[in-house]
């Protein structure tokens, strides 16, 4: 089927993905060099299950993985404001990621910060207003259960916290921050569904896939990649950074040649 049916999952994307791979085949070309050492410190750690440091490292790791990953399977298609969505989700892993290798333990405070989110899932518990979801909540009252988390004194540290922590605060205050606008559908992202004539008016709305301008996406996916595998090296010393310094001159190289 065509775009015009089946809009973002029609199989005539195809032709946008090559085109996108040609168009920014330097920039894919590194990204997925250094995926693949991403990938290959991925198998080759050895994780002790009974180290919370080194479960939390891995799991954040993966994550932080996985999702730079989806982000590029999104670039692919021409989907840019949703591959920000996903690299937004991939530097708050990778801030956690990063501070437990500043100070390992930073992790005792993400498990307390889970009992932090049961208590904020609790009190939201309590403003359910849909009849079923109020007999649920008051099952889980006369359980006990409710009160028994409400009671918590759990408290969680904030993205913003965990940027600081792991040293990355001003990458909280530019990228996480451009970011978070198609998260939460800000004008400012929502913007680009808008064509504007030559004379300031409104001429058309668009939503068809995006393939200029993706530059600085590719950058963001390479380094938060290259950031996440000298994190885990801090953990597990096993991890391969071989090729780490020269990835980065590539990368520099690839950015000075973004214009503006």
């Not at 008016?201 to 996440?228: H, T, Y």
Request: aromatic share 8%.
């Amino acid at each position: 089927m065509s775009v015009a049916v089946d809009g973002f999952l029609s199989e005539s994307l195809d032709h946008v993905r090559s085109h996108v791979r040609e168009k920014y085949a330097a920039w894919r070309g590194l990204l997925m060099r250094v995926n693949q050492l991403a990938v290959a410190n991925q198998h080759a750690i050895v994780i002790h299950t009974d180290s919370n440091v080194e479960r939390y490292s891995a799991v954040l790791f993966a994550r932080t993985l996985a999702t730079t990953q989806a982000s590029t399977l999104l670039l692919e298609a021409g989907l840019v404001s949703q591959a920000r969505v996903l690299l937004r989700s991939a530097l708050e892993t990778l801030f956690a990621l990063a501070a437990i290798a500043k100070d390992a333990n930073i992790v005792e405070e993400l498990i307390e910060g889970h009992f932090a989110e049961q208590k904020r899932f609790a009190k939201n518990a309590q403003l359910w207003q849909d009849d079923e979801l109020k007999k649920i909540a008051e099952a889980e009252t006369v359980s006990g259960q409710l009160q028994s988390v409400l009671n918590s004194s759990a408290t969680a540290l904030s993205t913003f916290d965990l940027a600081q922590k792991a040293g990355l605060e001003d990458w909280y205050r530019t990228v996480y921050m451009v970011f978070s606008w198609p998260v939460h559908g800000a004008a400012v992202d929502l913007n680009r569904h808008v064509v504007i004539s030559g004379d300031g008016n409104v001429e058309a709305f668009r939503n068809e896939p995006e393939v200029d301008d993706q530059e600085s996406l590719w950058l963001c996916g390479i380094e938060v990649l290259l950031k996440a595998i000298a994190a885990l090296a801090t953990t597990f010393p096993n991890v391969d950074q071989g090729s780490m310094e020269q990835y980065y001159v590539e990368a520099r190289n690839l950015e000075s040649t973004i214009a503006g």
